[in-house]
Every structure is written in C-alpha cells, then in structure tokens.
C-alpha cells in the first residue's frame, strides 16, 4: 500500500460518518456492558464487595483517562498527523514506536511502586477487611493500566488511519471477560462462597481482557501501514514534540477525571464500608454519623454507568472523529476552518445531548431496575442508584460537550489553559461534595459534578472566544434555543407515558417479577413516545443536524 493511501483524507464531512459508525459500535459495547452489570450485580450485589472492586478498578480506569484517552492521546495525535502529512510513514511509524515503548516503561515503572505501596495495606491484620479486600482489588487490577492505556494509544493512531472498528469493538472484550469472570466465580466456586472471594474472578478477568485487547489492535495497525516495534532509540523520533506539553495537560487531564475518581474515595470513606461497616466516624476530633448509607461506592458506579451510556455512544464518538480534523486544520494554521469545525461539531453534540440529558432522567427508573434488580440487589438499592443518576443525567450535554472543546485548545497547543480551567473545577467539585453529600447523600456527589462540568464548559467558551474571535455561536445559541424546545415538549410527552396506568398498579407488596414487567412495557413506551416527538419536532423547526442521525436522519430530512 503506498504512503498516499494511508493518509486519511481530508474531507471534513467525513468525521460525521465516522463518528456515526463509532456510535453504532458503541451502542454495541454498551449492550454488552449492560450485561455485564446485570450478571455482576445478580451474582454479586452492589455491596461492600462490588464496591471494593469498583475502587480497584478505578486506578487502572483513572490512568486510562490520563494518560491512554487523555494527555498523550491529545498530543500524540497531532505529533503523528504532522509528521505522517510532512515526512511520511517511516517517520510516524518511529513516533508511534517511540512513543508505546516510553509509555511502556513508565507505566510498568509505575505499576511496581503501586504495588509496593497496596500490597502491605492488603496483607495488614491491622487493616479493616473491607479497606484489605480493596487494596487486594488495586494489587490485582493496576497491570491493567499497563496494557489500557496502550490499546488507547494505538486507537488513536488508527483513527488517524480512519480505522475506527477495532477500538470501538475493545471495549466489548472488556465487558465479555468480566461477564464471564463473574460467572465462573460464582459456577466454579458456588453461591456458597463469600462475595470476598468470588468477586477475585472477576478482578483477574479484567487482566485477561487487557492482553486481549492489545492483540486485538495489532493487526488493524498493521493494515494501515503501522509498523511498531520495542525501541530505546528515542533520540529523533519526534518524542520531545510529544513530552515537552504532556506534564501541564496531564495535570489539567488528571484534575478532569480526579473527579470521578474523588466521587468514589467520598463515597468510600463517608459511608460505612470505609470504616468496618460502622455508621459512625472519627473526623478531626469529632464524631460523625455516614452521611451515606453501605454500597455508596456500587450505587455511585450504576449511576455512572447508566449517565456515560449516552456520552459513551455519541459524545466520545464525536469527539474522537471530530479531533484528526481539528488537528489538520491547527497544523494548517486555518483559524477559520477551526472555528467552523468547533461550532459544527458542538450543534451536532448538543442536538442529541440535550434531549438525552433529560430523557434519560424519565428512565433511569424502569432503566436501572430491568438491569439490576434481582438476585442480590434490593428496591432499596434501585432507589439510591436511581437517586445519584438524576443528578448525573442533568449534566450529560456538558460532559460531551467539554469533550470537544478541550480537544480545540490540545491542537492549538495549549494544554495550561485547561489545566487552570480543571484545577479551578476539582476545587469548586469537592467543596460541593463536602456540603452536599449531607443533604443529598449519593445525590450530592453527582450533582456535584455536573455542576463542575458545567463551570469549565462555560469558562472554556470565554477564553476560546478572547483567543480565536468571534466564534459564531449565535448560530449555536439558535440550535440550543430550538432543542431546548423541542425537549421541553418531548419531556411532557414521555412524562405523561409515564403515569398512564398498568393493570397491575396498585399492588401492596409488588414482587421483582411486578416490578420487571412494569419497567419493561414503561421503558419502551417513554423511548418511543420520546423519541418520535423530538424528532418530528426537529424536522418542523428545520434543525440540519437531524440529517446526521445514524439510520433514519436523511430520510427524515434529504437534502436539498
């Protein structure tokens, strides 16, 4: 294949379908990670023990967002478009190698001082069983790091390729192994066996798929014409354009997905897992009672799962397309055609953002309980998760759309802004946390965070504005104004699906089965109901981004 048919080409356009096929894939990934969650959750609760392993979870997941999906996937994807358009493939083959093989290294390096510090804690008689088992969760899960965050990297080379299948099929292995791991733990070992041991099945899963996921990318780079190869050659392979931005942008990354890690450390520590199982606390010489009751963590996690399923199939989809573009058009010094892709890609974020923003609120309910209840997990506990995704729901236009802005200001090569922007937002996220978890439990750490998301989206469109000049956003302010609309009647729409009575309302005590079949003749109706009304009215008001709609977009509004 020659050199000229590895470059992508540079049609702008194609960033919608592009973003469209990672959509479609990603609704896959989440199917099968909806499946995940309902054979865990039946077999192992959303308990002290779920909560363990979310918290191990989260480090290898934390170092994925930062420096796999984060700083040097920011940098490197510029970094590799300029040399692969100015020098060729050899060139951007040297980076691509030199950059796995660094990463490689300090991860590794990083992992063996994880381990040095969690490994004591876990072996600790002095430590509580519940701290002990999560500390074993980290010790079992922080490889993972090592090979997520080179599947990260590698994925965002291929998307410069236009190869987009094997990355949005990874996260499927992932949701498969843990599947199966949680499976076998409670087959092999029988529900007889402690939560605390079965759930070691699954920990180790989560390494299985992480070596699986590497060699799943391997040959899709191959294809390309990526040739990667373990080098200490480091010198001339265009590293230093990829280190010298990373440390501020891996600050101001780090501050942006400390967030979610903080949530859980909260919920952790100020509800009764943290300390024993006891409701009360020891905090600077005072006594205090757990503003949140045992699980917060496992709840905190439903929450996040059922808020990220519209931000995983179309915000990160968007985002990731749209970001090869924005870097050609920063490599070309087109301010204009910058611009023009910001405010493209944030009408076709927030056409789909905004409604889902407060439809998913009208179904989380019938949602969460089709998925979790049963087995292990209680009403009570469909309650708690249903009460934080609330509050997480509200801000799924931000979280997407922050997606895209960030990116803007990673090829214009200046990650100190953000990182300002981010640290400012950690800040306001925990003092809201500290306040609001006494009034709003596991409510409050959500709203917490949607808040902060909205602070950095709106100081990050006032900076972009002083930097770049007009941004043309009162085309923008038109579109949000028209699907604000648009929402605020699909809303009363589902809402009113919503009270229309079932045979079977009424009932005393409703067991799971009543409570399963309510939620699933709901859960279609209000999609449907919702669904049709926002799109019908999209296509009176004339909004163009309907025609980008994955399936039926362009036959409800054809061109011309």
Not at 137 to 153: G, K, N, S
Not at 455 to 465: A, C, D, G, H, N
Not at 497 to 505: A, F, G, K, R, T
Request: hydrophobic share 55%; proline share 5%.
């Amino acid at each position: 294949m020659s050199e000229t048919t590895q470059q992508p080409s540079a049609k702008p356009e194609r960033f919608v379908r592009h973003a469209n096929l990672m959509s479609g894939l990603t609704m896959v990934s989440r199917v099968a990670g909806l499946v995940r969650d309902k054979t865990c959750s039946y077999f192992l609760g959303v308990g002290t023990e779920w909560s363990a392993f979310w918290i191990g979870f989260q480090f290898p997941n934390l170092f994925r967002r930062i420096f796999g999906e984060g700083a040097l996937t920011a940098v490197v994807v510029p970094a590799y478009t300029r040399l692969l358009h100015q020098k060729g493939q050899a060139e951007a083959n040297r980076l691509a190698s030199a950059t796995l093989s660094l990463l490689a290294i300090v991860l590794l390096a990083i992992t063996v001082i994880g381990e040095c510090i969690v490994l004591p804690i876990a072996f600790s008689e002095n430590v509580l069983p519940a701290n002990r088992l999560a500390a074993f969760m980290v010790a079992v899960m922080l490889p993972y790091a090592i090979t997520i965050c080179l599947v990260a990297i590698m994925s965002a080379i291929a998307t410069v390729h236009e190869r987009f299948v094997a990355q949005s099929l990874s996260p499927i292995v992932l949701n498969v192994a843990i599947t199966v791991g949680a499976a076998l733990g409670t087959w092999v070992m029988t529900t007889k066996s402690p939560l605390s041991e079965r759930i070691w099945w699954v920990a180790c899963s989560v390494l299985v798929a992480g070596v699986l996921q590497v060699l799943m990318l391997v040959p899709t780079l191959q294809t390309a014409g990526v040739r990667v190869r373990p080098t200490l050659a480091f010198k001339g392979s265009g590293i230093g354009e990829v280190i010298r931005p990373m440390l501020p942008m891996v600050i101001g990354l780090a501050a942006v997905q400390f967030n979610t890690f903080l949530d859980s450390q909260i919920a952790w520590w100020f509800s009764p897992d943290g300390h024993g199982g006891a409701s009360t606390f020891m905090m600077w010489g005072h006594e205090l009672t757990a503003p949140m009751q045992a699980g917060a963590v496992g709840k905190l996690s439903i929450a996040q799962r059922i808020y990220l399923l519209p931000v995983g199939i179309f915000g990160v989809a968007m985002a990731t397309a749209i970001f090869p573009l924005l870097a050609r058009a920063a490599a070309d010094n087109n301010t204009d055609e910058l611009k023009r892709l910001l405010v493209a890609g944030l009408k076709k974020t927030l056409f789909l953002s905004l409604p889902a923003s407060v439809g998913m609120i009208l179904i989380a309910k019938p949602l969460i309980t089709l998925i979790y209840l049963g087995g292990k997990v209680t009403p009570d506990d469909v309650n708690r998760a249903w009460w934080a995704t609330v509050f997480f729901c509200g801000g799924i236009w931000a979280f997407e759309a922050q997606m895209v802005l960030l990116r803007v200001f990673y090829v214009m090569k200046d990650p100190i802004t953000p990182m300002k922007v981010a640290l400012g937002a950690v800040a306001v996220n925990i003092c809201l946390n500290l306040t609001l978890i006494w009034f709003l439990q596991e409510g409050g750490i959500a709203l917490s965070t949607t808040v902060a998301a909205v602070l950095q989206i709106v100081l990050l469109l006032i900076i972009l504005r002083r930097r770049l000049g007009v941004l043309g956003l009162r085309g923008l302010a038109g579109n949000f104004a028209k699907g604000s609309f648009a929402t605020i009647l699909m809303v009363a729409v589902g809402a009113a699906v919503s009270l229309v009575p079932l045979p079977w309302d009424g009932v005393a005590h409703p067991t799971t089965l009543d409570r399963w079949l309510t939620a699933a003749v709901r859960l279609p109706l209000i999609v449907v109901a919702c669904g049709m009304t926002y799109l019908v009215l999209a296509r009176l008001m004339g909004m163009a981004e309907l025609r980008d709609v994955p399936f039926i977009g362009r036959r409800l509004m054809p061109r011309g």
